[in-house]
């Protein structure tokens, strides 16, 4: 029974390139959210998503950021244009419907955003 | 603005005693509370909540108390393992299933 997978772990771009995220949820969850986390800072909701829809983007900056959790295959986190603040730990969480309304997620290891 | 605050960066304890984690919150609109646990190099773990018509729960080893009248709630480990050490958030939301906001966490050490 896997977890929630996140890749990759480690992820170095240059000023101004693309990242993509992935986060494969744990089987059955049609539910994933996603959080960033600075240094010394707590983790910030970012997204909320079920399949195809996109529920919750109230902590999403409104450039350069977007998310998606299509029918087939993983979410994506995707920065446009990364500059040296989006460095971060992005976290991954899914969760089924039950534990969905009991706010109970299953978080993935996050994945190590590095911008030169 | 912090909505969740863990004034406590750090907490170290001896094997076998008591950790209390203490969280404050701001806005009085939380109604819902869970503390997650972290491993180095991990994700969060999901480890135990409350609800506001609570003012206890408890699982084994773990309570969470809440004071709603204070915006301030406690998580009580009974007896402190040197497997608890991790950094602890406190975290709240609206509803159950509202957005779930985090405090900054607290980095706990238990000491064999």
């Known amino acids: 029974n896997a977890g929630v997978m996140q890749n990759p772990r480690h992820l170095v771009r240059r000023r101004g390139q693309e990242a993509r995220l992935r986060c494969s949820p744990m089987?059955?969850?049609?539910?994933v959210y996603w959080y960033r986390q600075l240094p010394e800072e707590g983790l910030k909701f970012m997204v909320y998503?079920?399949?195809?829809?996109?529920?919750?983007e109230s902590g999403m900056p409104k450039e350069r950021f977007s998310a998606e959790f299509p029918k087939e295959g993983p979410s994506i986190l995707r920065i446009q244009q990364v500059v040296r603040g989006d460095s971060a730990a992005y976290f991954c969480?899914?969760?089924?419907?039950?534990?969905?309304?009991?706010?109970?997620?299953?978080f993935g290891a996050g994945t190590r955003l590095s911008v030169l | 603005d912090q909505q969740v605050k863990q004034n406590s960066p750090s907490l170290s304890v001896q094997e076998g005693r008591i950790s209390i984690l203490n969280c404050d919150y701001t806005?009085?609109?939380?109604?819902?509370f869970l503390w997650y646990k972290k491993y180095p190099a991990e994700g969060p773990t999901f480890l135990i909540s409350?609800?506001?018509?609570?003012d206890k729960n408890e699982d084994g080893r773990f309570t969470v108390f809440l004071n709603k009248s204070a915006k301030h709630l406690s998580l009580h480990i009974v007896p402190s393992q040197p497997g608890d050490s991790a950094v602890y958030f406190c975290?709240?939301?609206?509803?159950?299933?509202?957005?779930?906001?985090f405090g900054p966490g607290t980095s706990l050490s238990v000491i064999p």
């Open positions: 409350i609800s506001s018509i609570k």
């Open positions: 975290a709240a939301s609206e509803t159950s299933y509202d957005k779930v906001i």
């Open positions: 998503l079920q399949k195809e829809n996109i529920i919750d």
């Open positions: 089987k059955g969850h049609s539910h």
């Open positions: 969480a899914s969760s089924s419907s039950i534990r969905a309304a009991k706010n109970i997620q299953y």
């Open positions: 806005n009085s609109m939380f109604d819902y």
